[in-house]
């Protein structure tokens, strides 16, 4: 009999995944999926369509063309705080998932431990799982997902080699304090692991905050691979242009796995990328605002509906505890997309634990229209049930 590979066993699809298809199914408005349906600005579509009308469609180098790589150097010196040889230290990559991949497969072995945080990503953990190497799980407690360094250290083992910090995170929101992140990587060089860092949100922050690096803290540069990409930034979740960041001796390995899997990222949309990282820092700004107003309107209106909203401090997830009615996450999200034609995602999709049955997670990142039609149907939601 033909067999199906072990490693996928237990592996489903994913609820972001799913409830997306229930939400297409009934017409809905998708506030499940990040997938961030907002305008392409048009540095990037002229960028890419002049790549296409001059026949830059052959492969890239692996490691990505070099202007983007320039470009990315320099923003990163100017953004993040971090220096990086653009020929040495950055790969362009499929999406920030292709640079997860890449650096997991090109730093760890099968049966190495990697260390979570509580909530995460479901890919991070399900990439990790795929591959072979074991996750731990060190819980952020809500409200306002503190780490208990007490809890961390006890999660690593001799056979840890790597932690995976998302910030500003999904699907909480957080975002990491400096403090905190130099307080990670003292432990990860005690302990001898690799720091991943995934930044695709780094530039939608409220409140004033500031998005910190841990690349940038001197102590934790050559054990950390940052990885970030403009899906987010630029509302081009389809391009699939990623990016990873670190120390020679491990960004050549990372560019091998590229090489490997993918070849290179698409050459057009690279070309796309680089032209629209001209653009001023006044967009970032307008970005960022835009993103804390819709914010603030989901959270009303959730609550309005008798959800226990968190205000994120970043990124454009929003988890949100359900009513008490509910008997858990699942129904919640059913009765949400059945009454309402409003998509979420349950919350155990980013738990291991039990405290995610009793949450749901919202995506903000629609444009103004779409998302006021959205909560007036969640404000609803509330009379239907009343």
Not at 160 to 182: D, H, Q, W, Y
Request: proline letters at 5%; charged letters at 25%.
């Amino acid at each position: 009999m033909n067999q199906i590979s072990d490693r996928l066993r237990g592996l489903v699809q994913s609820d972001i995944r799913r409830m997306s298809r229930e939400c297409d199914a009934v017409g809905g408005i998708n506030l499940g999926q990040g997938i961030c349906d907002l305008p392409t600005i048009p540095e990037l579509v002229e960028g890419a369509c002049d790549a296409i009308a001059s026949n830059k469609a052959t492969y890239s180098k692996f490691e990505g063309i070099d202007l983007l790589r320039e470009r990315i150097a320099k923003k990163l010196e100017h953004y993040n705080g971090l220096k990086a040889d653009p020929a040495k230290e950055i790969v362009v990559t499929v999406g920030s998932s292709g640079a997860f991949l890449n650096a997991a497969m090109a730093t760890l072995n099968a049966g190495d431990e990697v260390i979570l945080f509580e909530p995460y990503y479901g890919y991070h953990l399900n990439t990790l799982s795929v591959l072979g190497f074991v996750p731990r799980f060190v819980t952020l407690h809500a409200p306002d997902w503190s780490i208990d360094f007490d809890e961390l250290r006890a999660a690593f083992t001799p056979k840890t080699k790597a932690i995976v910090i998302c910030t500003p995170s999904n699907p909480s929101g957080k975002m990491f304090t400096r403090e905190e992140l130099e307080k990670i990587g003292a432990l990860c060089r005690e302990f001898g692991a690799w720091v991943f860092t995934d930044e695709i949100y780094e530039y939608i922050v409220y409140d004033g905050r500031k998005h910190v690096s841990i690349a940038s803290i001197p102590s934790c540069r050559d054990i950390t691979v940052t990885i970030s990409g403009f899906s987010k930034t630029f509302s081009i979740t389809g391009w699939r242009i990623g990016y990873a960041v670190a120390d020679p001796r491990v960004a050549g390995p990372i560019g091998l796995m590229n090489d490997l899997f993918a070849i290179c990222a698409p050459t057009p949309l690279q070309w796309g990328v680089a032209r629209a990282l001209e653009v001023s820092d006044e967009y970032y700004r307008n970005l960022a605002a835009d993103y804390q107003k819709k914010r603030d309107v989901l959270a009303s209106a959730l609550e309005e509906a008798g959800f226990r909203p968190s205000l994120p401090q970043g990124s454009y997830y929003m988890l949100a505890q359900i009513p008490d009615e509910f008997r858990n996450d699942r129904e919640a999200a059913q009765s949400l997309l059945d009454n309402a034609r409003v998509a979420s995602v349950p919350g155990s999709a980013f738990y291991v634990s039990e405290a995610g049955k009793r949450m749901l997670r919202f995506c903000y990142a629609k444009d103004f229209e779409a998302l006021e039609e959205a909560c007036g149907r969640i404000r609803a939601f509330r009379v239907a049930r009343v």
